[in-house]
């Protein structure tokens, strides 16, 4: 059974008589919030039960592998609920579809915001709820069972704290520390992102204790790499490629380690000002990008990223992970670090 098919299995089990019109409406927004993506949550499940010689049936692989991707889908769309985001990788996102269904609706304008926001949380809730069902239902032992839901609860408690910390934070007019920005990248990134497939995949395989927290530093290490990568192209990469939208980071006031960095330089009265700003145009934009490379904040982010790449570089070795696991995920992030980087000479020469 391929991933889609795992997933599709799970988000279409169940039957609602009676409501078959808002059963297909939720039905309709799981299928998008689920397809697509470059899948590497479960490549990392089913690469680390390789790697450790895990004999797991393939059904039982791919129900936990399908887990992760289920996490990753509940998370994005309660996350484009927060944010507000009616569109993602330039594609209506759940949201935005539950927007334009509301637009059929014999129902005020005013009323869309609230049946998107509900169809969206509605959707996520029902993500969420396939994802421990997939675990609970893989098929191992109950002592592996418990293990991976502990691994799950984990996860779950660690994200919606990161993500209520991201929210909190963008709301204050202070600005965090360093080392309160890195542990909301942590939390609301690297520990669903990478700890969890990472671990899961080792339970899988009977990997020991030891060996499970050794993959969890370097899940954490790569997911704070990677979200600093990611911090950076979304200011100042091309959204043709990320599929992001460059002025997003900046009118939601999100206070992460580029800006973190950017407030302790002289350059911060230049950037301040449209921090938090929803009406921020292109051009003052512009300025901020430039401020932000000339007072060296986008550097210390990309040499941060590096660092906590060459730390998961450290660990991996000691496992033999090196080249099967990290190699392919380090060419990713070199592969986007050139993408903004281009991307950057293209802003500097217009």
């Known amino acids: 059974m391929t991933l889609q098919s795992e997933l599709d ?24 919030g689920s397809s697509g993506g470059k899948r590497f949550r479960p490549w ?34 309660h996350d484009d609920v927060i944010d507000n985001d009616d569109t ?18 014999a129902t005020s304008p005013d009323d869309h915001d609230t049946y998107a926001r509900a ?41 919606a704290a990161g993500e209520l ?3 909190r934070l ?11 920005a890195i542990a909301v990248t942590e939390h609301k990134t690297a520990v669903y992102s990478f700890v969890l497939p990472l671990q899961a995949g080792a339970v899988l395989a009977g990997a020991d204790e030891s060996a499970v927290r050794v993959l ?27 599929g992001k939208d460059p002025l997003g980071d900046l009118r939601e006031g999100k206070r992460t380690p580029l800006m973190v960095h950017a407030s302790q330089t002289p350059d911060w009265e230049r950037i301040a000002p449209h921090l938090g700003d929803p009406d921020l145009t292109e051009a003052a934009a512009a300025g901020v990008r430039e401020a932000l490379t000339h007072c060296g904040s986008r550097g210390y982010v990309e040499d ?5 790449l060459a730390l998961a570089r450290e660990h991996a070795r000691t496992l033999d992970l090196e080249r099967s696991l990290l190699d392919p995920l380090v060419a990713q992030a070199w592969h986007m670090a050139a993408m903004t980087q281009d991307t950057t000479a293209e802003v500097g020469a217009a």
């Open 9 to 32: 299995s799970l988000l279409h089990s169940a039957r609602v008589p009676g409501l078959s019109r808002d059963h297909h409406a939720l039905l309709t927004a799981l299928d998008l």
């Open 44 to 77: 990392l499940v089913t690469t680390v039960h390789a790697a450790f010689a895990g004999d797991q049936p393939d059904t039982v692989v791919d129900a936990v592998a399908a887990a992760t991707e289920l996490l990753h889908t509940a998370f994005v769309i």
């Open 88 to 105: 993602r990788r330039g594609r209506p996102s759940v949201p935005g579809l539950f927007r334009s269904d509301a637009s059929g609706l």
């Open 119 to 159: 169809g969206a949380i509605l959707a996520g809730d029902l993500a969420l709820a396939a994802a421990i069902r997939a675990v609970a239902t893989c098929g191992v032992d109950p002592v592996t069972t418990h293990r991976l839901l502990d691994l799950l609860d984990a996860t779950l408690h660690a994200s």
């Open 165 to 167: 910390a991201d929210v």
């Open 170 to 180: 963008a709301l204050g007019t202070a600005m965090p520390s360093a080392d309160e």
């Open 216 to 242: 969890g530093e370097i899940g954490r290490c790569l997911g704070i790499a990677f979200q600093l990568h990611d911090d950076v192209m979304a200011m100042f990469g091309d959204p043709e490629l990320t």
């Open 304 to 308: 941060l990223a590096d660092g906590h």
